[in-house]
Each structure stands twice: as C-alpha cells, then as structure tokens.
C-alpha cells in the first residue's frame, strides 16, 4: 500500500519536473488548474484571498507538512514546527520551534513565508499576533473523517498550487478507501476494539472516545470502538467498564513510546481480559491513526488487516 | 482634662466594664490597677478607638470623642504598646517618624517641622543617639523609651501606657516611669497608664482607678485607693498597706 | 533593556539593531525582516516583561508588607488560580475567533483572577476588618477550589485540553504590541497606587491596632493595597501567564540589600523585578535557540539558588 503512495508521488513529482511548459525554480515548479485569484475560508472563518501560490510556505502543524509533501509542495517550504518529521526531508527544513504553544516568531519573520499552514493545535491568538506582523495564515481545522481530510489535501494543493497532483491523490485514497470498503462489507463480524493512547495509570487509561477519528476509522475497519460510547473526546475509561466490554483486540497506541504487549500482560487486573488472555494485543503506529494525512489511509488499512486478516491475504 | 461617663463595653456579648466614670486631670498620671481581667487594657482601648463605644461618653476639654474621625483621634491621643512583636529591621528614626501620620499630607511627605518634632520627641526620650539604629537591635528599655518618643511626636494632649514596665529591668521600669512624670508635668499631658506592680503604681500616680469585674471599685489619690480591706478583697490575698512612709507601699501580710 | 532588543534567535548586528531603532535606512527593503522583528517583536516582547516584572515583584512587596509574611507572594490570595480558572472557561466555552475573541482569554484570566481575590476578600470580612490570618486562609482556600474545578474542567474537554494546557503552562501566546496595550493600562495604574502605599505599608507594619491609633485607616488603605496590587498583577498573569519566584524573591533581596522601608522598598522592588525578569526572558531566548524555553523555569532555576545563597551570607536578621 506505502508503496502505491510513493510511487505515485513520485510520478507527480518527476512530471513536475519533467513536462515541458513548467520553470524550474529554487521552489518546485507550479501547475495551476483553477483560474486565481480565489477566496477560500479557514477553519476561523476568515476570508482568506489567493492571488498566487504560497513559495514560502512555513507549516505549524505536522499533519499539514506531511500533506504539503504529499501533494508535492515540500520544496516550497521554508519552515515547520520543531514536531514535523515525516517525511525525513522535513526535517532538514528549518526548524520554528514550539514551546507551549508559542513558536519562535523572530525565526518565522525572518524566513519571510508568503503563508503559514496552522492546525487546530495553534491558538486563535497566535494567528492574530502572526497577522499583526504582516504575515498571511490558513487555519485548518482537524479533520473528523476522511472525506474532511480530502478536503484539507484539496485546499493545501490550491494554496501551494498543486491543485492537480492533490486531486490525483485524493483520487487515489480514495480509492483505495473503496476497495476497503468492498472488503470489509463483506465481513460476518465487528470485533470490538480498545485503542489505548495512554496508560500511565493502568486503571484509568485514555481512549479515544466519540466523535473522533480514531472511532471513524475504527469502524470503517470494520470494527467497534467501545470508547465510542464515552462523551468526551479524549476520555480515561476504567479498568472496571474495560472489564466488562471485554473487547476482543487492544491497540497500543502508546507503542511509540514504549509500551508492549509484554507489559499490558503484568498489569493487575489485566490479565482477566480475552484479548489478553489469547494473545490480541497488538501494538500500533499511532502516527498513521494521528497525522491525520494520506497516511491515514496507511493506519486504516493496518486497522482492517488486524481486524480482519482473513480478507487480507 | 479628659471625663468619661457612664461608659459600658460588651466584648462577644459579655460585659466587660459597666458603667464606668471618672475623669483624667492634665498634667497629671491616672494609674489603672486591678487583676487580671478586670477590664484595664478594654478600657484603654475603648479609649484609643480601638472599641468603638456605643453606651457613654468621652469628652475631652468638653469635646466629644466618639464620633471623631481615626485621624482626629489620632491628633489627641497617643497610645505606647508593650514592645513585643516590632518588624525588626525597622529604623528607629523611621518608626518614631510614624508618629507624625495623622499630620501628613496626601503625599505623605514630611515637612521640616515633622522632622524637628521628630527630633526633639528623641531628645526628650533621651534615644537621640539610638535614631540610626535598628529596632531590633535595641534593648526592651531603649525600645520603650523609642516607643514613647514615637507616641509624643503624635503630639497629643493623651497619653495612654498599657503596662510599659513588663519586660524591663527595675533599674529601666523606673527611668521609664521618671521620665513618664517628667513629660507630663512639663507638656501638661493627660497620662493614663495601666500598672501591674502595685508599688510602682503607688510612686508614680497622681490620681489611681482599682478596677474589678469591669467596675470602679476605687478612685482617688493613693492614699484613698490603697487600703489594706478593699486591695485584699479584690486581689484575693491578704496585703497591708504600709502608711509610715509618705508613700504607701504595699506588701503581703 | 538594548540588551534584550539586541538578542534574540535571528542574529541582528548592533549597528543594524540602532539603525532600525533610530530610523535610518528605513526605505532600505532588506532591512524590513529586521525592522519588523525590533519594533514588532522584540520591541514590545521587552516592554511586556518590564511591565509583568515590575508588576510581580511590587505586588510581592506590597504583599509581604500588608501580610507581614516572608512568603506573601501575588498569588498568595488566589490571583493566579483565579486567572487560570478564567482561561480554562474562556477556552472550553469557545468564543468565536472575532477579533474580540483574540482578547478573550486574557481578558478571562483577568476577570478570573478580580473576581478570585474579591471573592476571598469578601468571605474574610469580619464586620469592618480583615483579619491577615483570615486572609491567607480564604486565599488558601478559594484557590483550592479554582484550581479542582480547572482540572475538572480539562478532564471533560474535548479538543480544547491541548490549547488549555498550553495556557497553564506557557501563557499567553498573543505576541507583539497587543498583550502590552492590554496590560500596560492595569499594572500602572496599580503600581502607581501601590507607590503610594509606602507609608502606610510602613505603618501596617507594627500591626493593625498600632496602626489605627497611630491615625491610619486601616481598611480603607489595606483595599487599596490589595486591589491596587492584584490589577497589576492579574494583567501580568493574563498576558504573560504564570511566572512564579519574582514576586517572591525580589522584594527579599531588596529588603536585604536597603531595608525595609517601603518608601524606598517599593520601587526598589519595582525596578528590580522588571530586571529580573527581563534578564531571564534574554536567557530564555538564547539558551536553546530556535526553542525558548517557557520564562518561568529561568526565573525558578536561577531565583531560588541566589536567593539560598543570600540567605546564608546575611547574618543580620533583615525582616
């Protein structure tokens, strides 16, 4: 599936360059499908007007640097936050840093960016100070379902001018969310499933509850996310109620930052759990479920084989 | 002169002085005695302001006191504490400056006239030499005797002294008290102190007040005061008064 | 302060750092990205530190003195709870991004903090007087409370905990000349009154009984103190969020240093606090360029071995 996606970014990339009618320029090389200039909305409701496609794009946002490279704008980038390491070439960009929520703005005024990408993680404060010093911000929010990071791919390629390689993408994702599709309809089951985001207190551990992406993606995978039915989005459930669903797999989702199976079956109380008693704890790349750009994709996919490998062979 | 009357002071709902009135003369030392608990120090501070008084009257030179503003009160009457709890690194000229509170003005700067009344209060107290020094360094008699010069640059016709002699050696409670008497005549002061030792009390009051359970029991010069039947009786221990010498001493039979 | 103008993550030579400052080569294009990085940035980054530093550190005087307790500090009655409470309100409620919105949550950690302080104010009232001891109590109290019913509220937000916690730990992320019109009205006017108070300060020092017979009006004049002082210091919290030891330690090195005479004490204090807490916002930009580290670590790190230290060395006793 990875595959898939670097090829065709690849080929997105070299027919940029490739193709005869495009300059090549210290940035990457621009094709404009959509007649500027144009007004777009942010995620803060602004009017945002494009006369030209940003050169000098700063993200402060991971998710938006993976899609900026994703739609073949990386080489417009000028900066990204000190978080945004995917792809590696992201991190030879210069680094703005991030303390708390506010960002080292002598570093960002004097990479004199045309546009700042910002995700939800950014204060509304932070664009007002940015637009003070004269600087243009798009303000995205985060996408609750696939069709919402669709979009987001689609309005970076038009701020960037890469409107075309973000449709063949969209196009391609979604795609392969179809073939999903036509797999998982065919399942006879819905296993229920616990994703753990953190566990530092083994009796009250974090989920991601309803209304996420994470719950979404859990059930276009073909299963059953039991922290759906908690109201707040990042709620702790207890080891009490965690008994009692009894899913029948657990995703470690902390598994970036140390936890293992191994772990999970020392905790007390734990061992009473089926899917630890047979083996069904798995540990998972939270990147793929929490940047939520076409990597997504790649976690949703990871989700449906672990669910369900029967269709995946 | 200072006439207090028909005065009644109710602390949580108990009565502690009732009905008491008498009246102060100026130039001269009233010496509040009584045990513990007899009401000495609600007095003095029913006096001060501190209570307000809501049954009877103050009247200084017929002037009512109870309604004063605290700054009008301030301007006549001066109150000397117990030199217990005092902020250590205080300068002693800078506390005795305090003195001069109520006369400041909005920006609260001092005049020269401030800081000659300053000066002289020191050198009437004789802690001229001590002005630089620091509050905590001095001793419990040079603290008291600050303390003094502090309530004299009040400049008011009312001193009040609650038991200025506790923590001081003889030698110092009678310099003290020498120097109380001294001010008094020469300023024409109206002096109030409350007194604990019955024998300095003797020595240095014009005019005595022997309070119990919050009344008057006597009031009078020494003489009429000490008397072998009524100090035993309130005291609860047998005392004799002693009236060969011109001043009565008083001593446990 | 041409210190703190002159340091920064981008590296601006002096010489260029004067030229913008007094206005030559202004039409000079390069010099634009430098401009706007000194008067947009620097510029007003080094006001607001002045402000909050002078703010926290008079405060912390005129607190020590009111309470005649060494570890008074601003935050002693609930301002910094207050503010915390405000923000977190103002966050979870999710205010529109109006341009008025932008001021939110400053303005909800100022009114947070006002609102904290009365509150404790009104509940130590007894009769016409505020007992100290009562104070710190309710202080101690209310604060409590503030800071449980701040947790709740993050464990029940949604997408909002990560912009609350970013508040609670960093501050305000409004930068540039915005945060410093925003509070440069509330702390001078408080600092201004609470330059003032040193008299009465001095006078409250020998307790409230001396003190009304000395002739002050002790409840009027304590207000004053405690209103004055939590205006400066809510409006700092609001903008500059949480800085914690400059309104504590300050005071203390002045006191040890020249005496406690808040005549002298208090702009002392002042003048000292907006040093202090500017030299640790240069440290904060320096030390791990391109990452600041947040200003109230610094200010942690280095005020409270310095103020061991003095501590040892004075051995006359300075309270």
Known sequence: MKKIFWKSLIVVLTAAL?????????????????????????????????TNPAQRIISISPPLTEMLFAVGAGGQMVGRDSYSDYPAEAKKITDVGWTYGKYNLETVVNLKPDLVLAGEITTPELVASLENLGIKVFYLNNPTNLDEMYAMLKTVGVLSGHNTEADTLVKTLQQRASALQEKIAKVTSRPTVFYELDATDPSKPYTPGSATLYTNLISLAGGENIGAKLTT???????????????????????NYGTTPEIVTHRAGWQSLTAVKEGRVLPFDDNLLVRYGPRLLDGLEALAKALHPEFFK | MLEIKDLSVDLNAEPVLRNISFTAKTGKILGIIGPNGAGKTTLLRAISGLIPIRIGNLELDSENLVDKSIIERAKLIASVPQSSSLPMAFNVWDMVMLGRTPYLNWLEQTSSQDDEIIQFSLQQTQSLDLAMRKVGELSAGEQQRVLLARALAQSTPVLLMDEPTTHLDLRYQIELLDLVQQLTRQKNLITIIVLHDLNLAS?????????????????????????????????????HVDKKTRIPHVFPK | ???????????????????????SRVGDAGFSTFTTIIWELRIPRTILMILAGAALAGSGSAYQGLFRNPLADPYLIGAASGAGLGAVIA????????????????????IGAVLTVLLVFGVSRAGKTTPVTTLILAGVAVS???????????IN???????????????????GWMPVLGAAPYILIGLVTLLSMGHALNVLQFGDEQARQLGLRVPLFRTLIILAATLATAA??????IIGFVGLIVPHVMRNLWGGDYRRLLPLSIIGGATFLLAADILSRILLAPQELPVGIITALAGAPFFLLLLRKSKQQYW
């Open chain 1, 18 to 50: 490739v193709l005869p009618g495009c300059q090549p320029k210290p940035a990457k090389s621009i094709q404009q499908a959509e007649p500027l200039p144009i007004n777009l909305t942010d995620g803060l409701e602004r009017s945002i007007t494009i």
């Open chain 1, 233 to 255: 989005a990042w709620p702790q459930i207890s080891l009490e109620q965690l008994l009692v669903d009894d899913p029948t797999y657990i995703f470690l989702g902390d598994a």
């Open chain 2, 203 to 239: 020595r240095y009051a014009d005019e005595m007040m022997l309070l119990e359970h919050g009344q008057i029991v006597a009031f009078g010069n020494p003489q009429k005061v000490l008397r072998d039947a009524v100090l035993s009786r309130v005291y609860q221990i047998p005392i």
């Open chain 3, 1 to 23: 302060m041409l210190l703190s103008i002159a340091i920064g993550s981008v590296v601006i030579p002096l010489k260029t750092v004067l030229q913008v400052l007094f206005n």
């Open chain 3, 91 to 110: 966050i979870t409620i999710h205010w529109p991004g109006s341009v008025f919105g932008f001021f939110v949550v400053p303005l909800a950690a100022f």
């Open chain 3, 144 to 154: 409590s409370f503030a800071t449980a019913l701040t947790s709740f509220l993050l």
């Open chain 3, 157 to 175: 937000s949604s997408g909002e905990l990560r912009r609350a916690l970013v508040w609670l730990m960093g501050g305000s992320t409004l930068s």
């Open chain 3, 236 to 241: 700092a919290v609001a903008f500059t969020g």
